[in-house]
């Protein structure tokens, strides 16, 4: 964190005090799976879904906000997040068993939500061991893998919205596609209900386990940001990628990964503007060898704030 100067206006001036903690300048490199990026303006750690909702409520409407889960599937600019960037951890990480159904805060890991419904002997949600990612950004995306993903077993979700008014919707009324919802993107969920069914508990431990291996298997264990495009139609990203002469591309320390081609690796030092320029060098190379436009699954956001090098094959 960094001192502040006493003669220049920073933001937290503005701000209102909440119960939860308030940070100036924090860097976010560190809190994602990139380790690049720079920092947010000022971190918010609300101390529960009341105290984020009256902090919204109060907060001048010019103030931009943005949420942080984990940073797995996500990379931060280089000249950092303007505004209030707000992370849900400690009561926001709550899982709880509702007979056959799991509720979980939006901070709550997927792998500990499979993890749970596992030593409960409850099956369907063994799919989200292998999502690198918390509930809330699950919901916000329909997060999916290894043939399952969040639509089908969600029931409700909670939500609090820009102005600081709390939401409660259905499944259903949030409009949920592939990789997508349809919720308001000022939306903060702050929890979700899951549907799971009584299961064999060693049958679905072997399931998390299986999931665990393949992953280990296909995917680099480096500085990634998780699945860099979206699939098209009917294609998969990493083979469009690989026939596009893509493999092991790098631009300064940034490169896709020679094991998984749908995934950039920071070797070390890569610059958030090194990492994003490479996807999108990918995406020109594709785009000119099949024709098809891939589009970003890594969500991006902040500054930028230098020029990166040229690609090196």
Same mark, same amino acid.
């Given at each position: 964190?960094?001192?502040?100067?006493? #003669?220049?206006?920073?933001? &937290?001036?503005?701000?209102?005090?909440?119960?939860?903690?308030?940070?100036?300048?924090?860097?976010? +490199?560190?809190?994602?799976?990139?380790?690049?990026?720079?920092?947010?303006?000022?971190?918010?750690?609300?101390?529960?879904?009341?105290?984020?909702?009256?902090?919204?409520?109060?907060?001048?409407?010019?103030?931009?906000?943005?949420?942080?889960?984990?940073?797995?599937?996500?990379?931060?600019?280089?000249? *950092?997040?303007?505004?209030?960037?707000?992370?849900?951890?400690?009561?926001?990480? !709550?899982?709880?068993?509702?007979?056959?159904?799991?509720?979980?805060?939006?901070?709550?890991?997927?792998?500990?939500?499979?993890?749970?419904?596992?030593?409960?002997?409850?099956?369907?949600?063994?799919?989200?061991?292998?999502?690198?990612?918390?509930?809330?950004?699950?919901?916000?995306? #329909?997060?999916?893998?290894?043939?399952? =993903?969040?639509?089908?077993?969600?029931?409700?979700?909670?939500?609090?919205?820009? !102005?600081?008014?709390?939401?409660? =919707?259905?499944?259903? @009324?949030?409009?949920?596609?592939?990789?997508?919802?349809?919720?308001?993107?000022?939306?903060?969920?702050?929890?979700?209900?899951?549907?799971?069914?009584?299961?064999?508990?060693?049958?679905?431990?072997?399931?998390? @386990? %299986?999931?665990?291996?393949?992953?280990?298997?296909?995917?680099?264990?480096?500085?990634? *940001? *998780?699945?860099?495009?979206?699939?098209?139609?009917?294609?998969?990203?990493? %083979?469009?990628?690989?026939?596009?002469?893509? !493999?092991?591309?790098?631009?300064?320390?940034?490169?896709?990964?020679?094991?998984?081609? #749908?995934?950039? &690796?920071?070797? +070390?030092?890569?610059?958030?503007?090194?990492?994003?320029?490479? +996807?999108?060098?990918?995406?020109?190379?594709?785009?000119?060898?099949?024709?098809?436009?891939? =589009?970003? =699954?890594?969500?991006?956001?902040?500054?930028?704030?230098?020029?990166?090098?040229?690609?090196?094959?």
């Amino acid at each position: 964190m960094m001192a502040l100067d006493a #003669n220049r206006p920073h933001l &937290i001036d503005r701000l209102p005090r909440p119960r939860g903690r308030l940070t100036v300048d924090a860097p976010l +490199g560190p809190q994602t799976w990139f380790q690049a990026g720079g920092p947010a303006e000022v971190l918010f750690r609300p101390a529960d879904r009341d105290d984020l909702a009256a902090f919204l409520e109060a907060l001048a409407p010019d103030i931009p906000v943005t949420v942080l889960g984990v940073g797995s599937n996500l990379l931060v600019r280089d000249g *950092g997040v303007k505004g209030v960037v707000v992370r849900l951890l400690r009561e926001f990480t !709550r899982i709880a068993v509702d007979g056959t159904e799991m509720v979980a805060g939006a901070g709550a890991l997927d792998l500990n939500v499979a993890l749970t419904a596992r030593d409960h002997a409850l099956a369907g949600l063994e799919f989200l061991s292998g999502i690198p990612g918390t509930i809330g950004g699950a919901v916000a995306m #329909n997060a999916g893998a290894y043939g399952g =993903e969040l639509a089908p077993v969600l029931i409700s979700a909670e939500a609090v919205d820009r !102005r600081g008014r709390v939401h409660r =919707e259905s499944a259903g @009324a949030l409009g949920m596609s592939y990789r997508h919802s349809s919720a308001p993107t000022d939306w903060i969920f702050t929890s979700a209900r899951l549907a799971a069914t009584p299961g064999d508990q060693l049958a679905i431990a072997r399931r998390i @386990a %299986e999931i665990d291996a393949a992953r280990l298997d296909a995917q680099p264990r480096s500085r990634t *940001g *998780g699945s860099t495009f979206v699939n098209p139609p009917d294609r998969k990203a990493w %083979e469009l990628i690989d026939q596009a002469g893509c !493999r092991g591309l790098r631009i300064g320390q940034a490169q896709v990964s020679e094991k998984h081609c #749908n995934f950039l &690796i920071n070797l +070390g030092a890569a610059s958030a503007a090194d990492l994003e320029a490479l +996807g999108e060098e990918v995406r020109r190379r594709v785009l000119d060898h099949s024709g098809i436009q891939l =589009e970003w =699954e890594i969500r991006r956001i902040g500054v930028p704030a230098s020029v990166p090098t040229g690609a090196q094959a």
